[in-house]
């Protein structure tokens, strides 16, 4: 087939189908439009999923009547004349495509008028082609129509999805631009029907009310922070940990007021989460990162949701630090102390969970204790008590306090426990072993031999001792401490295994400790006695990350009094 020039209007054609993919792209660019004309209240309404009506109208300063034969030509604009512009610019649209492509896909109506007119223009215009003008009595900004979008496009329209999953995607674009500009009152109307509503109060945490509920609101944890040079800031609002999602749908990320999507921030949130949060759960976030301009491309992409940053490593800590430190000041998992009358008779108590003692002997907390003391109490650090109360499944510790019961996993929590002990004895002096009475041949994987050298120099490092015996054979003769009567080969492959699975801990060194820590800990099925439990417990609370065990598992479930007064209709 001879290359040949396309036509203008088939090059256009497919050009939109990189701006305008579908009814949420449409109104994502026309709301970006309606925010850099300064609009204060914009109104949004679609009907049929965007595809048979979208119509926004603004209060902004709207458009001259001499330059509306311009707006739909492709890469007209009044954001930028100069490449410089790039460097400083401060608008959400400059490429001049939006427009242009949404007209060459639907019918479309616009009208507009300035604040020093008396009155306004209109331009209407199906499928590209020339512009009809005409004087219009209307109010000060624009409205613009968008009717039968994609009906020239055959190819575009039937991969749109159902009219409600349409809606899904352009409530998501709507409630995102409110976050981005919380002083903007915006309004979506599906239908003839309001589906959302922000007051433009310019109070964030309200926006985010009127997207999330007030329940989830008001638990939002703010983020306020600046690096030392004062050039990169980020604010916003995250989750605490127990507040999560099973996806990302509901992280959101801008730069300089733009709604973005970047790999390089998801990594850095999930690296200020790790430890906090449950493998494969998400937190909700509305993070503004303040980035100078001349350090950020936002030419990147007809869409404008993707940018590229000239520092990835000062934006990747800007980020993770802003998070990180939030959720550690305002950790849910409380720190616990013992509040008991013990009388005239004396109290021993082990200091840890001893690496060399066997569970009944680690988890000891008293030896000599008057029968007639009081009971046992946790107390929180702001004082409100909780009491631990028994056992239940031989799995999960119980415990009373005065805004309803916690359900503590006793492996997930011992796990936490060993962990945080192993990586502070390797970081001292390395891991402490116990020697076998009998030592074991175990053999390395076949299916993992390329790892082999890296994993048995740092299982050495942490604890195991093993002689070479042969090819990929091995004589282990000691093992971790905290292994206590752990199947030793069964310990050392499981290890192996760890590391060519999925993992929430990337560093190999971190993911055998852990590995070493989950033998170690007590197992379920196994009955505690109130002093194991409430020594179980009180070592959780001191540990750095007490949310969740190495592995991603959940620690700890809090069910309020009122949930339960609401579970058995008390309320």
């Known amino acids: 087939m001879p290359i040949k020039r396309l ?20 109104i994502k660019e026309l709301l970006e439009n309606a925010l850099d004309a300064e609009a204060t209240s914009i109104v949004v309404e679609v009907k049929r999923g965007g595809i048979e009506l979208i119509r926004v109208t603004d209060n902004g300063i709207g458009i001259a009547c001499d330059e509306l034969g311009l707006v739909f030509e492709r890469h007209a604009t009044s954001k930028l004349s100069r490449i410089e512009d790039l460097d400083s610019l401060q608008t959400l649209g400059f490429r001049g495509e939006a427009l242009s492509s949404i007209s060459v896909v639907s019918r479309v109506k616009l009208t507009t008028r300035e604040i020093t007119s008396d009155i306004g223009s209109q331009i209407v215009l199906d499928w590209g ?94 983020v306020q922070y600046a690096d030392d040079s004062g050039r990169y800031k980020v604010n916003g609002y995250i989750s605490p940990p127990h507040i999560n999602r099973s996806n990302r749908s509901q992280v959101t990320f801008l730069v300089n007021h733009r709604w973005i999507r970047s790999r390089l921030l998801s990594v850095a949130l999930d690296d200020a989460y790790r430890g906090l949060l449950p493998q494969g759960r998400h937190p909700i976030t509305i993070l503004d990162l303040s980035v100078p301009t001349e350090e950020l491309d936002i030419n990147v992409h007809p869409t404008k949701r993707e940018v590229k940053f000239r520092l990835d490593n000062i934006v990747f800590s800007v980020l993770q630090r802003a998070v990180r430190e939030v959720l550690i ?92 002990k192993l990586r502070g004895e390797m970081e001292l002096k390395g891991g402490s072993s116990q020697t076998l009475l009998e030592p074991v041949i175990v053999e390395f994987p076949p299916e993992h031999l390329g790892l082999e050298e890296d994993v048995i120099s740092e299982m050495r490092n942490q604890g195991f001792e093993l002689d070479i015996f042969g090819d990929s054979a091995y004589l ?83 069910i309020s009094s009122v949930e339960l007064d609401k579970q058995f209709r008390r309320r």
């Open 129 to 222: 082609g020339p512009g009809q003008y005409s004087k219009k009595g209307c109010s000060v900004g624009t409205t613009i129509e968008i009717c039968d979008l994609f009906q020239n496009v055959p190819a575009r329209r039937k991969f749109l999805k159902s009219h409600r999953s349409e809606v899904n995607t352009i409530t998501h674009a709507v409630s995102r631009i409110a976050l981005s500009f919380p002083s903007v009152a915006i309004i979506l109307r599906v239908d003839d029907k309001d589906a959302f509503r922000s007051l433009g109060t310019g109070n964030l945490q309200e926006t985010i009310a009127s997207i999330y509920k007030v329940d989830i609101a008001s638990n939002m944890l703010k």
């Open 329 to 420: 000041e305002d950790s849910p998992v409380p720190k616990f102390r013992v509040d008991t009358t013990l009388g005239s008779s004396s109290r021993s108590t082990v200091d840890t969970m001893g690496f060399q003692a066997p569970l009944g002997e680690r988890l000891a907390v008293t030896k000599d204790v008057s029968q007639k003391q009081e009971p046992l109490r946790r107390v929180y650090e702001n004082a409100s008590n909780i009491r631990i109360i028994g056992q239940a499944s031989k799995k999960f510790i119980i415990g009373e306090g005065t805004d309803g019961i916690f359900l503590i996993d006793q492996h997930a929590a011992h796990e936490c426990v060993l962990y945080e």
């Open 7 to 26: 036509s203008e209007q088939l090059a256009n054609k497919i050009a939109a189908g990189e701006v305008i993919e579908r009814p949420g792209s449409v």
């Open 476 to 558: 282990l003769r000691a093992i971790p401490s905290i292994f206590g009567d752990s199947d030793p080969t069964r310990g050392f492959l499981d290890i192996i295994e760890s590391l060519t699975q999925g993992s929430p801990i990337k560093d190999k060194r971190e993911l055998i400790a852990a590995s070493i820590a989950c033998h170690g800990s007590v197992r379920a099925g196994h009955t505690l006695s109130l002093e194991e439990m409430t020594e179980v417990v009180e070592l959780l609370g001191d540990t750095n990350n007490p949310h969740v065990c190495p592995h991603g598992r959940p620690t700890t479930l809090h």
